[in-house]
């Protein structure tokens, strides 16, 4: 029996058990199972992959995102020790980025040390492998929870690490939410089906969602309890996080599949297909305002990328490489700056201790 058949086994047998599965249970047994969950097995990113991220687009992101922190590193005043926390570093190749420039500002180097929140094993794997050989190994420790990280001055980085987290969706049946939620097919085919709950939801954190909520609403309430967490233990030790992600402007149902490079049905190709949604930054902006942090923007990609720099670093490339890559070089530049591509459905938060009176890239909070 093939995976996806597998899987659908399990999650109909545990809806036969227990009733419908919220979004937020069907993404988790989907994506996490520890054996047929698609984190479990595939390893997601790059062109042989289901979908490329920024990093791997160019080291340009990460030169310039690494450049944003180790500036904010200075404008604390140089803690030591620090810590350099990234959630769901993929493929490693951001912190591979992040480790060259660090190099360069030995004073920082000497006092970071890197966290990794990593929940597949195979990218565990991989990463591990990638850091060893580029011979920073012995400063990266890997941890499953936000709560590992230790309580000194720390800066944090996320890039498509929040769309992934699970996400609960509600529809407004006269005036009051009801969840969406994920059951087998009434007809007996082997297949899944949306449903509405029959009652209306007592969720308590959707005082939380969105304000601009119409018909439909999508929430996820583990980003915005990692937010408010970022963010309190920002205000206790200082310090500062970036988070970039896709994000809508008027959030709703946005839970998408995506295989090889195309989106397809979030209920078919069960753990052959990566889940995920498009980030609220409105309830993780409110979050982090609840955790007694300074919040800046949302600032979209493409405009946070040009004022840190990007058109100057892609000249300097272009100057000391042939003409084809060259070409690469400005084609990877637009990606991801351009509105036609990542430039503005990516958007960017940045969370500071109040101790930071102004980060690079951002206008006042
Ligand atoms: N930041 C990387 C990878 C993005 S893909 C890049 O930009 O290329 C999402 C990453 O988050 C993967 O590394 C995935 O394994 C990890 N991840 C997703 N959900 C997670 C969770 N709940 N806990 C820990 N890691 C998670």
Not at 76 to 93: A, C, F, I, N, W
Request: hydrophobic fraction near 45%; proline fraction near 6%; include cysteine.
């Amino acid at each position: 029996m093939d995976r996806s058949a597998e899987l659908y086994d399990h999650i109909s047998a545990v809806i036969r058990a227990s009733g419908p599965l919220t979004i937020a249970r069907f993404m988790a047994e989907v994506l996490n199972h520890p054996t047929l969950g698609y984190y479990a097995n595939r390893n997601p990113i790059g062109k042989m992959g289901d979908f490329i991220t920024a990093p791997e687009i160019s080291q340009m992101y990460g030169e310039l995102i690494s450049a944003w922190l180790i500036d904010c590193w200075e404008r604390l005043g140089k803690p030591d020790p620090v810590s350099l926390v990234e959630l769901g570093p993929g493929r490693g190749t951001f912190i591979a980025d992040f480790w060259r420039v660090a190099q360069m500002v030995p004073e920082f180097s000497d006092a970071v040390r890197i966290y990794l929140l990593e929940g597949s094993p195979v990218l565990r794997k991989q990463q591990k492998q990638r850091f060893e050989m580029l011979g920073f190994g012995d400063k990266t420790i890997w941890v499953t929870e936000f709560k590992e990280i230790p309580d000194i001055p720390f800066l944090l980085f996320a890039n498509e690490f929040f769309d992934a987290l699970p996400v609960h969706q509600f529809v407004n049946v006269n005036g009051k939410w009801r969840e969406r939620l994920v059951d087998v097919d009434p007809n007996g085919h082997k297949e899944l089906c949306y449903v509405v709950a029959p009652h209306t939801t007592t969720m308590p954190l959707l005082k939380y969602a969105s304000e601009a909520a119409g018909k439909t609403m999508e929430m996820s309430p583990a980003g915005i309890l990692l937010t408010e967490t970022i963010s309190e233990k920002l205000c206790r030790v200082c310090g500062a996080a970036l988070i970039v992600d896709f994000g809508l402007a008027s959030p709703s149902l946005s839970l998408q599949a995506v295989m090889s490079h195309s989106t397809c049905d979030p209920l078919m190709n069960l753990g052959l297909a990566d889940l995920s949604s498009a980030v609220d930054f409105g309830a993780l902006r409110r979050a982090a305002v609840r955790g007694g942090a300074r919040v800046y923007g949302p600032v979209s990609q493409g405009k946070l990328l040009r004022s840190l720099g990007i058109e100057q670093r892609s000249s300097q490339l272009v100057m000391s490489v042939d003409h084809e890559e060259a070409r690469l070089v400005i084609q990877s530049k637009e990606r991801l700056t351009d509105v036609a591509f990542m430039g503005q459905l990516f958007q960017s938060i940045a969370i500071t201790s109040r101790s930071l009176p102004h980060v690079a890239g951002f206008d006042s909070p």
